[in-house]
């Protein structure tokens, strides 16, 4: 939470204390014990020293944690601590270099996805697992993507309502190919096919990162029915609002050990910051700089595109300015449309003055556009290539002739980005596929640093980004206004927009339905307008 004046954290406590207050990061965090030496014995799930090296990155080092039948256990740690390697060892997905893992007192074999699901363990991957040319039904029936003998269509679009039904998803079709969904409903079928096993142990991997507000309580009502059936959940998530309202307890994970420990209630966002830090760290939105000049960077008119009725608006060179809304009401098809990603047409449409009837992602580049995508998998990485290419990719025809460019001639440009961001790689030769997912994205946002842009698009960043890394992107980005960039940003994070732009336009099935700056630029007016589609009934009172 946070101090609505200075921006500064503020304590963030959940429920009831079930354990003892504390006033230091160290007090919080247990730092150092070994959990293995109090494992209760009827302890659901055990990982004893788990150990995880590719060559010589040693991913995960001996970690130790356990969790109790009917317990939310929160896993928490910057982008590249090990979280998403324990979740994967805990899958089957990765074989332990070593160590131990116990469900319901059995050992689990190691790397056995197989094994792990008949011990009842399910996971929801931020990355998801699903296909996208197979329906949802067809995603839902097949969980291990094997193709199965007999299998009815019929049976399975059937089978596949009734457990949405029942999980209160009646918006997803289930004829619907889950690749022309959004993410956000992409990713509540990754979490439905999850909960579809009836699983003894949830593994939630930032499975709530593509989710807003009413999304992550769905996600909240079925982790408490999954509980008070005595089903437990690993819950990893860089939202530490979500970590204290869900979480009984939790493990703090750095650099590829256990930095802590925190019980529900005896943590504030400050001290875990700290820990998962390993140093004092605060959280603060940073305000939008001064505009200093009235030149238009972007400005477009009565914008039509598939899923965009019509919308208007101009960005300022210098101007932060956000989108808000639910997802799935436009917003991606605005910053697709604007990039050139998606047809569209507008009365009229300008870039750094110069008027565009239609464009393209090449066209996009050269008029001095750039766009972090939603989805970085599909749109914004080539994963088996390096790091420093990835930085590079649009900045280089060899992107078209299918050359390679020479990362040496921009050493100092990748070298000064991948600092900036702290983008945790053991350099600019490592291929981007081996990075975690936050440093992914880092490399999506960062390849538009410094780059002479006029405009940059941006749907929602920060996503599956620590706590720390935010605040270098809230840095780089009012950087970047700072030097006349102007600058489109969704957010699902709505404290961002309140924050960090000047001004936010929310969006409500594909219109803009309200504008808000100054006084009205509000948490509750910005979810007010994206609930109602209109600001005014904040301002009558209608919504609290
Ligand atoms: N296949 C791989 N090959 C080499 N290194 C890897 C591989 N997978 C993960 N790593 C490294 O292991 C470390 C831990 O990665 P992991 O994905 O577990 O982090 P994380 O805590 O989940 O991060 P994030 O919050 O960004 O998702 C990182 O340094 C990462 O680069």
Partial sequence: MTDAQTGAATTSVAAPVASPPSGTPADAARAGTSPSDTVPTDALLVATDLVKSYGPVKAVQGVTFHCM?????????ENGAGKSTVAKMLAGA????????????APLAS????????????????????????????????????????FSQKKAVRAARELLDALHLPQIDPRAAVGSLSLADRQLVEIARALAGAP???????????????????????????????????????????????????????????????????WTDDQLISMMAGREAERFFPAPPPRTSDAVALSVENLRAEGLRSVSLEVGAGEILGVGGLQGHGQAELLRALFGASPAQADSWTVGGRRIRRTTPVRSVARGLGYVPEDRKKEGLALEMSVGENLLAP?????????????????????????????????????????????????????????DRTVILLHDPTRGIDVRAKQELYGAIVDLAEQGVGILWFST???????????????????????????????????GAAVTGSSAAIRGGAVA
């Fill in 111 to 150: 790397g056995s996805v197989r094994q792990s699901r008949q011990s009842g363990v399910r996971c929801a991957f931020q990355e998801l697992a699903l296909v996208p040319d197979w329906t949802v039904a067809e995603n839902l029936s097949l969980p291990d993507g094997a193709p199965l003998r007999g």
């Fill in 395 to 451: 900045w280089f025809r060899w992107w078209q002739l299918g050359g390679r460019p020479r990362l040496s001639k921009e050493r100092g440009w990748i070298s000064g980005i991948l600092s900036v961001l702290s983008v945790r790689t053991r350099g600019p030769l490592e291929l981007a596929g081996s990075l975690s997912g936050g440093n992914q994205q880092k490399l999506v946002f960062g390849r538009w640093m410094n780059r």
């Fill in 200 to 266: 003894t142990l949830l593994i939630l991997d930032e499975a709530s990162s593509a989710l807003t507000p009413p999304g992550v309580a769905w996600l909240f009502e079925r982790i408490r029915e999954l509980t008070a059936q005595g089903g437990s959940v690993i819950y990893v998530s860089h939202r530490l609002g979500e970590i204290a309202e869900i979480a009984d307890r939790g493990t703090v994970l750095r650099d590829g050990r256990v930095a802590g420990e925190f019980v529900r209630g005896g």
């Fill in 493 to 527: 994070e709505v404290e961002e927009l309140v924050h960090v732009c000047h001004r936010v336009v929310v969006l409500y099935q594909g219109r803009v339905a309200d504008e808000l700056t100054g006084d009205r630029l509000t948490p509750d007016a910005v979810v």
């Fill in 94 to 105: 990765v074989t332990p270099t070593s160590g131990a893992i116990t469900v319901s007192g």
């Fill in 69 to 77: 039948p009917g317990e939310v256990l929160a896993l928490v740690g």
